[in-house]
Nanobody, 121 residues
Framework: QVQLVESGGGLVQAGGSLRLSCAASGSIFRINTMGWYRQAPGKQRELVAVIHTHGGTNYADSVKGRFTISRDNAKNTVYLQMNSLKPEDTAVYYC???????????????WGQGTQVTGSS
């Protein structure tokens, strides 16, 4: 099994910054794509940012220029630096990893438990 543990959420005033971290642990052979998704009350979960094994990134249009995703492959950890936060960024943020377990042949999706980010106006 692969476990993802997020940290770094909280309450911040509009215009402020937060940094989320997500560490993967367990029976990991290889982690491919890692990313962050978010879900606001009454809305569907949406992609925020993803980062591929060799560093390529994709962002939602709503966060481009404000959020930066990065990863430390040696630590199996992905980060999300969030700057210029807006009230509309308020959501539960979920870490995602597409990984292959030791002894496994297929890639599976793994999710963290979620961390609340609140941008106050």
């Amino acid at each position: 099994q692969v476990q993802l543990v997020e940290s770094g959420g909280g309450l911040v005033q509009a215009g402020g910054s937060l940094r989320l971290s997500c560490a993967a642990s367990g029976s990991i052979f290889r982690i491919n794509t890692m990313g962050w998704y978010r879900q606001a009350p009454g809305k569907q979960r949406e992609l925020v940012a993803v980062i591929h094994t060799h560093g390529g990134t994709n962002y939602a249009d709503s966060v481009k220029g404000r959020f930066t995703i990065s990863r430390d492959n040696a630590k199996n950890t992905v980060y999300l630096q969030m700057n210029s936060l807006k009230p509309e960024d308020t959501a539960v943020y979920y870490c995602h990893a597409a990984a292959v377990e030791v002894g496994g042949n297929y890639e599976y999706d793994y999710w963290g438990q979620g961390t609340q980010v609140t941008g106050s106006s």
